[in-house]
Nanobody, 122 residues
Framework: QVHLVESGGGSVQAGGSLTVSCVESGGMYSTYWMGWFRQAPGKEREWVAS????????YYADSVKGRFTISQDFAKNTLYLHMSSLKPEDTAMYYCAADCFRSGDTWRSNHWGQGTQVTVSS
């Protein structure tokens, strides 16, 4: 059973950096496509980045490409999202996801963590 717990959210000024983390404790990390999604108030949840838990190249949404980096620690079953050059429009609840899959030009998922809030002030 998938169990995802995020941490590391917080408040930062525009232009700053922040890293959020996600631990998968169900024991199936390496078999999943893992990802990060975000949801701002009044908006739909959107895909941010994905990577295969067993290793490989990451994928990014155009809105974060070049600013965000998804990475992982296999030994710790932990997924990271390092965010730099943050903008106020990056403010959202950030969700870790497991068992992600492509859907057209975006990604979706079947399993979510509880989310961690990231707030970027101007």
């Amino acid at each position: 059973q998938v169990h995802l717990v995020e941490s590391g959210g917080g408040s930062v000024q525009a232009g700053g950096s922040l890293t959020v983390s996600c631990v998968e404790s169900g024991g199936m990390y390496s078999t999943y496509w893992m990802g990060w999604f975000r949801q701002a108030p009044g908006k739909e949840r959107e895909w941010v980045a994905s990577i295969y838990g067993g290793g490989g190249s990451p994928y990014y949404a155009d809105s974060v490409k070049g600013r965000f980096t998804i990475s992982q620690d296999f030994a710790k079953n932990t997924l990271y999202l390092h965010m730099s050059s943050l903008k106020p429009e990056d403010t959202a609840m950030y969700y870790c996801a497991a068992d992600c899959f492509r859907s057209g030009d975006t990604w979706r998922s079947n399993h979510w963590g509880q989310g961690t809030q990231v707030t970027v002030s101007s």
